[in-house]
């Protein structure tokens, strides 16, 4: 059973840093993508940034500048540097993969709160 867990969320001021972690495990070999997806209250969940295997990424317009996303093939792990934090980057941030046969997973999600 693939499991997705997600580390790093918490409370921080406008202009601070947070950088989340996200570990796949459970037997999920050959993953393609890895990314973030965020969701506020009361809006659809939204991407944040993804990353293929060859460590192609793609950004949100609103997060180009400031997140930085990698990831460690050998260790199945994503990671997302975040910047500059403002309130409106609050939100609950969920881990995503897609294995090469199109397969999806998502981690149960982590709290970023932007506040002063």
């Known amino acids: 059973q693939v499991q997705l867990v997600e580390s790093g969320g918490g409370l921080v001021q406008p202009g601070g840093t947070l950088r989340l972690s996200c570990a796949a495990s459970?037997?999920?070999?050959?993953?393609?993508?890895m990314g973030w997806y965020r969701q506020a209250p009361g809006k659809q969940r939204e991407l944040v940034s993804t990353?293929?295997?060859?460590?192609?990424?793609n950004y949100a317009d609103s997060m180009k500048g400031r997140f930085t996303i990698s990831r460690d093939n050998a260790k199945n792990t994503v990671y997302l540097q975040m910047n500059s934090l403002e309130p409106e980057d609050t939100a609950v941030y969920y881990c995503?993969?897609?294995?090469?046969?199109?397969?999806?997973?998502w981690g149960q999600g982590t709290q970023v709160t932007v506040s002063s």
């Open positions: 459970g037997g999920i070999i050959n993953i393609y993508v």
């Open positions: 990353i293929t295997r060859g460590s192609r990424t």
């Open positions: 995503y993969v897609k294995s090469y046969v199109g397969n999806d997973y």
